[in-house]
């Protein structure tokens, strides 16, 4: 069965550093995702990606997060200059659904997840 | 904008006992979906269930079933038959069919089934 697919699983960097989360989507998946999850709390959108470009994004996705789908398979989270508070798990997800077909929607399957510390 | 409450934080049962999970959201949309997914220890997000606002019946799948009410916006789940492997954080979420689809989830609630 096909899954997302996520790198690293776990990230450790110093604060101001640059990091570059990594995400293979399934392959006939047009929705990307990606959101957070600090420890003990709930999970928290971050971005919506759709025909190359951002669909929505939370008041979390700052001027410091950028999202790209390099070639037609990866989809990558950068984070440009990390903070202390943005240790967490971050999940990317994909799903099927074509936006042209209104009313339509699909599930959102996730990838592993890559837990990120700053120190 | 919409609001996935979980009103149970910890819940514990016996192993091979029943036990119902509880959502309530809130939104102004008529037509939507509603999940459930449930995350064990090694963080993973896994879908348990998924059930239309537009549908009627509850979804089942295996021994997981919702009990969806619309009018009152609630969205229980139910693990009947519970395993150990059912040990997990479970979370609730709201799918809108507008916009980027983009799903707001729960609080979650951590169920504990016991040998």
């Known amino acids: 069965e096909p899954e997302v697919t996520q790198t690293p699983s776990h990230q450790v960097t110093q604060m101001g550093q640059e990091v570059i989360l990594r995400c293979v989507p399934i392959?006939?998946?047009?929705?990307f995702y990606w959101y957070r999850q600090i420890l003990g709390q709930k999970v928290e959108f971050l971005v919506s990606f759709y025909n190359n470009e951002i669909s929505e994004k939370s008041e979390i996705f700052d001027d410091q997060f950028s999202v790209e789908r390099p070639d037609g398979s990866n989809f990558t989270l950068k984070i440009r200059s990390t903070k202390l508070e943005d240790s967490a798990m971050y999940f990317c997800?994909?799903?099927?659904?074509?936006?042209?077909?209104?009313?339509?929607?699909?599930?959102?399957?996730f990838g592993p997840g890559t837990r990120l510390t700053v120190l | 904008a919409q609001t996935v409450t979980q009103s149970q934080p910890e819940m514990s049962v016996q192993e091979a006992e029943t036990v119902t999970l509880s959502c309530t959201y809130d939104t102004s949309e008529n037509n939507y979906y509603l999940f459930w997914y449930k995350q064990p220890p090694s963080r993973q997000m896994i879908l348990v269930i998924r059930q239309e606002a537009y549908k009627q019946q509850n979804a089942t799948e295996n021994r997981f079933s919702v009990n969806f009410q619309k009018a009152a916006k609630s969205f229980s789940l139910k693990i009947s038959d519970s395993q150990l492997g059912d040990t997990a954080m479970y979370f609730c979420a709201f799918g809108s069919i507008q916009g980027a689809q983009k799903l707001v989830f729960g609080q979650g609630t951590r169920l504990t089934i016991n040998p």
């Open positions: 997800a994909s799903s099927r659904d074509d936006s042209t077909k209104l009313g339509s929607t699909d599930t959102q399957y």
């Open positions: 392959s006939n998946h047009l929705y």
